[in-house]
């Protein structure tokens, strides 16, 4: 709750066309299946990081982005992340790093809520749609050291 809270203080919108959870598998740490069926798109991806009121991905993190004076150093630094952890890997964290660390600050992308103090506008729904998701995931494998 806390975390579209403060989606809802930045002004970020919720993923219009999603009404409900999307059905996916974890395994150990990842989900290894797209959430898709496809691969996501590495250029869009990187738009979305970048975009400070959709994803919000910067606020927290920093990593080799445009703009390193608006990144964030709350969350790891995303540069080779893709060495690092697989595409399997960034899937949950990305969909529910919560999944993985309870007290992590990192958003749920892909859980909804009807909690009485989500914001109307957010109840059902999430802050990314599984394309965007698997867009971001697409970019983030890029990243190797």
């Known amino acids: 709750m806390k975390t579209l809270v403060l989606a809802a203080m930045l ?5 219009a066309a999603q009404n409900g959870p999307v059905p996916y598998a974890v395994s150990g740490d990842t989900i290894p299946v797209s959430l898709t069926g496809r ?8 738009r979305l990081i970048m975009d400070r009121h959709r994803s919000l991905c910067v606020l927290c993190h920093m990593g080799p982005f445009p703009e390193p004076h608006l990144q964030g150093n709350l969350a790891p ?4 992340v893709g060495s690092r952890l697989s595409e399997a890997q960034i899937r ?8 993985l660390n309870p007290a992590s600050l990192m958003p749920s992308y892909l859980k909804t809520t009807d909690n009485p103090g989500t914001a109307p506008a957010w109840r059902g729904k999430t802050i990314l ?11 983030l494998v890029t990243l190797k050291d």
């Open 129 to 139: 749609d599984p394309a965007e998701i698997e867009d971001i995931v697409a970019y």
């Open 11 to 15: 002004g970020v919108t919720p993923a």
């Open 39 to 46: 691969p996501g798109d590495p250029a869009n991806g990187l």
């Open 92 to 99: 949950l964290r990305v969909v529910d790093a919560k999944a």
């Open 77 to 80: 630094d995303l540069t080779g």
